[in-house]
């Protein structure tokens, strides 16, 4: 069993909202790790990263994938760090997976300025610009397909990855 798409980016790209557009549309479910995550230890990921640091969620988010990756059989929005575990790049090598693309401007945006993202604390325009440099050439490696949203409505990313992926609607 393996997913039907992987969704990759940072936040404020629209894993979530693509994510759920295409479960629906191919009839399937869907899942993000960072949920996976906060059900699992009954507290938020904000609450994690100052609680126990980033190190341990790294850690958790690294077995939320892998096990996702084993069950889930729809639609998998990763957490937008996943990539930076190395063994996480390597699950991903044989996945139909999707980097959802952004600018710093548009994503910081989309995220808002008081949105608890511990990865966006301070300047989130400056931490956005830093976590597209660090992580794009992650995406890069581990994407079937690069989709730019920014000047697409979530409706139209998620038409995108259904034809070229080819994937039919209600074909889940």
Do not use: C
């Amino acid at each position: 069993m393996a997913p039907r798409v992987v969704l990759v980016g940072v936040p404020g790209s629209g894993k979530t909202t693509v994510g759920r557009l295409l479960a629906e549309r191919l009839g399937a479910g869907f899942r993000d790790t960072d949920e996976d995550v906060e059900r699992s230890e009954g507290r938020s990921v904000p609450d994690i990263f100052v609680e126990d640091g980033e190190p341990y969620f790294r850690a958790l988010e690294r077995a939320a994938v892998a096990h996702a990756l084993e069950e889930h059989d729809g639609v998998l929005a990763l957490g937008g760090g996943a990539v930076l575990d190395e063994g996480t790049r390597a699950l991903l090598a044989e996945q139909p997976t999707v980097w959802l693309q952004v600018g710093a401007s548009a994503g910081a945006h989309r995220v808002g300025l008081d949105v608890p993202r511990p990865v966006l604390l301070g300047n989130v325009r400056s931490r956005m610009v830093a976590l597209l440099n660090e992580r794009a050439p992650l995406y890069d490696a581990v994407a079937r397909l690069k989709v730019d949203t920014e000047s697409r409505t979530p409706d139209e990313v998620a038409d995108t990855i259904l034809a070229e992926l080819g994937l039919e609607a209600g074909d889940g």
